[in-house]
């Protein structure tokens, strides 16, 4: 094989050509095990900024609008399956959050994706048969990071020093990588949203773009009007060593802590007076070969509220951006080298009764010329930069492996 650009690329067609979206995979993250194999998809909406107008508003109505309201989360319509509408997928990018809460939004995406993506699936009994693999293999060329780890230890000092002037108290930092491709690029994102503990594991595909998923982390899961976040802060190998480290570090706990405080506050705004509780606090879990922190959040929806409230309020995710979280995406924008594209968004599956979006942390995607990936921290008065830059590349190391 030629290894160079390819003119055979994903061979995705318009989504309005309805014949032929069953050649597209169907595999959505946290689409419910009944539901896989058993998808057809039967509408679908794509939104960039230059389409103007209010993304969340436009999410809610397309879905209501294809068998999906989602006026009032704590009182859910019941739904039904089989030959009717099962579900949606919903993608929405960390640039569509910024918007949709009115913060700065950073340097353009390096990757050519929508900002929203909404795929409405009905549920049947005979689904179609599969599509033909394309005969091309898989080549993936050599990673070009979007800045060095000097480029990125010196904007952990920025933030440091932004910090010491009271600006903010926590920032997240996020770098890219790309590298050229030729060949059919799915079967390596469904490797990728194979890995362990990929709670959010599965690929959504567009015209001449994808997406792969491996996250641990829920943004946000409403269940029979239940809210739950489960925040991701702390990171260490995954070794004895690496797991005592992390419970002893009290760096990493005043980080965590400080990010459970702010989507603690992010929930409160929507839901019922007094309900918002920590179910569990700093337990510390497995992902592939990485030990992370993670607290579970919840409370009960307050009466009225409608998907395009819950958007607003949790989009873009306090793990991945930082506190006071306006003032965060503001140094981001400024810091950042080129925009996060399909990571540190959300991305899940939506249903009557129940939405389940993960954070798209652990999250590659692909457009016509390269496949992409991120990876960062947040960053804390204690920060050691250098720590910083090896901490994001042990979190995009399993990532890129799975890409070879």
């Given at each position: 094989m030629v290894r160079g650009k390819s003119t055979e690329r994903m061979n995705t067609p318009h989504p309005d050509v309805v014949e032929a979206l069953p050649h597209m995979v169907v595999d959505p993250p946290a689409t419910p095990t009944t539901c896989r194999g058993h998808l057809t998809e039967r509408a679908r909406w794509q939104w960039r900024p230059a389409d103007g107008g209010d993304p969340a508003t436009g999410i809610q109505d397309f879905l209501t609008d294809h068998g999906l309201p989602l006026h009032d989360l704590a009182r859910p319509t019941p739904g039904h399956h089989s030959h009717t509408i099962?579900?949606?997928?919903?993608?929405?990018?960390?640039t569509a959050g910024t918007l949709m809460v009115g913060g700065t939004p950073g340097p353009p995406s390096?990757?050519?994706?929508?900002?929203?993506?909404?795929?409405?699936?009905?549920h049947t009994d005979t689904p179609p048969p599969?599509?033909?693999?394309?005969?091309?293999?898989?080549?993936?060329?050599?990673?070009t990071e979007s800045w060095t780890p000097h480029q990125h230890a010196t904007a952990v000092e920025q933030v440091r020093h932004a910090i010491a002037r009271g600006d903010v108290y926590q920032v997240?930092?996020?770098?890219?990588?790309?590298?050229?491709?030729?060949?059919?690029?799915l079967p390596?994102?469904?490797?990728?949203?194979?890995?362990?503990?990929?709670?959010?594991?599965?690929?959504?595909?567009?015209?001449?773009?994808?997406?792969?998923?491996?996250?641990?982390?829920?943004?946000?899961?409403?269940?029979h009007g239940t809210l739950?976040?489960?925040?991701?802060?702390?990171?260490r190998p995954a070794t004895r060593a690496g797991h005592a480290d992390l419970l002893a570090s009290a760096k990493e706990r005043a980080e965590h802590i400080m990010i459970v405080d702010l989507e603690r506050n992010d929930l409160a705004r929507i839901a019922a007076t007094g309900s918002v509780r920590v179910d569990d606090l700093f337990a510390v879990r497995r992902w592939c070969d990485l030990w992370q922190a993670e607290s579970t959040i919840r409370a009960q929806a307050a009466d009225g509220l409608s998907l395009a409230d819950l958007l607003r309020a949790v989009c873009p995710g306090g793990s991945?951006?930082?506190?006071?979280?306006?003032?965060?995406?503001?140094?981001?924008?400024?810091?950042?080298?080129?925009?996060?594209?399909?990571?540190?968004?959300?991305?899940?599956?939506?249903?009557?009764?129940?939405?389940?979006?993960?954070l798209t942390i652990r999250t590659a995607a692909v457009d016509r010329e390269a496949v992409h990936v991120w990876a960062g921290g947040g960053i804390t008065s204690d920060s050691d930069p250098y720590a910083e830059v090896a901490e994001a590349a042990a979190k995009t190391t399993p990532v890129r492996a799975a890409l070879h």
């Open positions: 099962c579900g949606a997928a919903l993608y929405v990018s960390a390096p990757a050519d994706l929508p900002d929203i993506a909404v795929v409405v699936y009905g599969p599509a033909a693999t394309p005969t091309t293999g898989w080549w993936r060329g050599p990673w997240n930092l996020v770098g890219h990588a790309a590298a050229p491709y030729a060949g059919n690029p390596a994102l469904a490797r990728l949203g194979r890995l362990p503990g990929a709670r959010y594991g599965g690929v959504l595909t567009g015209p001449d773009w994808a997406i792969g998923c491996a996250s641990p982390e829920t943004l946000i899961e409403v269940h739950t976040t489960r925040p991701i802060k702390g990171t991945v951006t930082g506190a006071p979280k306006l003032a965060a995406l503001q140094h981001i924008a400024a810091l950042e080298p080129v925009g996060r594209g399909a990571s540190m968004g959300g991305l899940g599956w939506i249903s009557p009764g129940h939405i389940d979006l993960g």
